[in-house]
């Protein structure tokens, strides 16, 4: 496609459960960011990837969080034994290096 | 200090107003962008700068790379330009996002 899709817009689960959130970037993209978004707040930094590497992962908030991109391409952010604070919006961005930003339009997670 | 501080917070205004949202950073920068999300929607890159001046309808966009700051300016201004607005740079060193906190436009009829 065009643009950055991401995959499943909605996902609702179960407290515990496993999760996966998937970022389709623009083809040749060689950067691609995570963020999640809670209600009525900015963008939360999760984890960066420059090409297959994550450049950051800084931003993920304790080990039962978890993001590859094995072929540089396609970004799958996991998340194990969810909890009702992972509820949010997820949003992935790619660009290339230096390049314009383009984000998808999140993936919402609800965790009840 | 926050690298990257934008001004204001929160900013309300009447119709056909210009409006100037500021942006400071501190950090060595490759480019900064200026992004836009409306209230429960995506967000949308307007601008890319890394340096002079780029204009889009009824925005434009400053960078001033010795100061070390950027101005976002809305001419004529609409509700329909009621927005979060966010100032994003990326670090020249590594080429991370390091995003400002955003300013909360409202525009009223």
């Known amino acids: 496609g065009a643009g950055v899709s991401q995959t499943p817009s909605n996902k609702v689960t179960e407290k515990g459960k496993y999760v996966e959130l998937r970022c389709d970037p623009i083809?040749?993209?060689?950067?691609l960011y995570w963020y999640r978004q809670s209600l009525g707040q900015g963008p939360e930094f999760l984890i960066y990837f420059q090409g297959t590497g994550a450049a950051d992962d800084s931003g993920l908030p304790n080990d039962r969080f978890f993001a590859v991109r094995p072929e540089g391409s396609v970004s799958t952010l996991k998340i194990q034994r969810t909890e009702r604070g992972d509820s949010a919006v997820y949003l992935c961005?790619?660009?290339?290096?230096?390049?314009?930003?383009?984000f998808g339009e999140g993936s919402r997670l609800t965790v009840l | 200090k926050n690298e990257v501080e934008q001004s204001p917070q929160n900013l309300t205004a009447q119709e056909g107003e210009f409006i100037t949202i500021n942006c400071s950073y501190s950090?060595?920068?490759?480019?900064l962008h200026w992004l836009q999300q409306h209230p429960g929607g995506g967000i949308v890159s307007l601008f890319m700068l890394s340096s002079g001046k780029k204009k889009h309808g009824r925005l434009i966009a400053t960078i001033n790379i010795q100061e070390k700051h950027s101005s976002l300016h809305i001419t004529a201004s609409h509700p329909r330009d009621s927005a979060v607005y966010i100032c994003a740079v990326r670090m020249d060193s590594n080429y991370q996002l390091i995003w400002g906190a955003g300013t909360k436009l409202i525009i009223k009829p």
């Open positions: 950090v060595g920068i490759s480019a």
């Open positions: 961005a790619s660009s290339y290096a230096t390049g314009e930003l383009f």
């Open positions: 083809s040749g993209h060689t950067a």
